[in-house]
């Protein structure tokens, strides 16, 4: 058996299209585009390349992009203030600080400094506390788009046993919060778990976020499992090679001959991640402007 796959690529291509309509909507109904700011501390050359593509589409969505590019040594007070400065700008809908921050710098401080209306990584506890109660928020991207690739493949999540390997605040946590609002049965594994491969072997739906390349074999997942996979791994250039392979947490060729459909890595997640932070600066336009 041969597993579909779930083309992330082009399923983020069409939330993009429909933010690209409500963009346009907004910005004619309010007369200003909606806009984003990201802000990139250092220079990680991976937060380079995501920072880069988030700008290009945020640009192409028919939004505004506002990028603030500060030094490695910038002070938590000079960050802090950068987020005051955010916060009180009518033009800035959205706020994204890129993880991670350089070791002086406390992530939670920042995080929590954000309006939680604008928290379109969905990050601040605010929103984390509304995601767990059911109630109105912004979800963080990478689990909504986790999300939204599940629900492509499985009609009815209802019921399922759902695990999720990972339990970042990032990723794993508000990952198993949306499967178990849908009603799957969640188990959430981390590295202390006992006996990983057969607790996985139980998943109907597995979500593998644990940033280790290639981790969960094929003979992990349960036949005809919907498997996710959100690992980003860059391997070590082979010899000649200037960059490395992408490769998720999931060893793709032994389980795309398992699973009943899985994502790749590139195009699963990944342009999932984006696509739904242009669709979460929008809602919190939205939302800001009052309906
Ligand atoms: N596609 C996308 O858009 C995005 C992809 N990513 C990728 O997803 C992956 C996870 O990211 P993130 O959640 O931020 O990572 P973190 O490092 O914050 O969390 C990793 C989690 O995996 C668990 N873990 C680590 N090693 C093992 C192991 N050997 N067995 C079981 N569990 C383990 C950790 O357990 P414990 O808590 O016990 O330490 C932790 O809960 C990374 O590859 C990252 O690059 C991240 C964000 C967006
Ligand atoms: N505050 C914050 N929010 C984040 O959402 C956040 C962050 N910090 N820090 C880093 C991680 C990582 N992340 C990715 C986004 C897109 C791709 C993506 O588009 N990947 C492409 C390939 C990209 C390539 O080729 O390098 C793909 O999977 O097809 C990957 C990873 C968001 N993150």
Redesign the pocket.
């Given at each position: 058996m041969s597993a579909t796959i779930i083309d992330g690529?082009a399923i983020a291509a069409g939330l993009r299209a429909q933010a690209a309509e409500d963009a346009a909507r907004f910005a004619a109904e309010r007369g200003r585009k909606a806009g984003l700011a990201v802000v990139l501390v250092g220079n990680d050359p991976a937060?380079e390349?995501?920072v880069a593509?988030k700008v290009k589409l945020t640009r192409e969505t028919g939004m505004e992009s506002f990028g603030h590019r500060l030094p490695a040594e910038t002070s938590e007070a000079d960050l802090l203030s950068l987020v005051a400065r955010l916060n009180a700008d009518e033009s800035v809908d959205g706020i994204?600080?890129?993880?991670p921050l350089p070791g002086h710098i406390d992530s939670g401080r920042i995080i929590e400094a954000i309006d939680p209306r604008k928290d379109v990584?969905g990050l601040h506890p605010e929103n984390a506390g509304r995601l767990m109660n059911g109630l109105q928020g912004l979800v963080p991207?990478?689990p909504l788009g986790s999300m939204i690739l599940v629900e492509s493949a499985v009609p009815d999540i209802s019921g399922l046993n759902a695990v999720v390997l990972g339990r970042s605040v990032?990723v794993g946590k508000p990952v198993g919060q949306l499967l178990l609002a849908a009603n799957a049965t969640v188990t959430m594994a981390h590295s202390r778990t006992a006996d990983l491969p057969a607790l996985c072997r139980n998943a109907d739906i597995l979500v593998a976020a644990v940033g280790r390349p290639e981790m969960v074999r094929g003979d992990w997942i349960k036949p005809g499992a919907v498997v996710i996979d959100v690992g980003?791994n860059r391997l070590a250039p082979e010899p000649g090679r200037e960059k490395g392979r992408?490769v998720g947490d999931v060893a793709f060729a032994e389980a795309v001959d398992v699973a009943g459909a899985i994502t790749p890595?590139?195009?699963?997640?990944?342009?999932m991640?984006?696509a739904c932070l242009l669709k979460n600066t929008l809602t919190a336009a939205r939302r800001r402007a009052g309906g």
């Open positions: 690529k937060s390349v995501y593509s994204l600080v890129q993880l990584d991207c990478t990032l980003i992408l890595v590139p195009g699963g997640v990944g342009p991640t984006i």
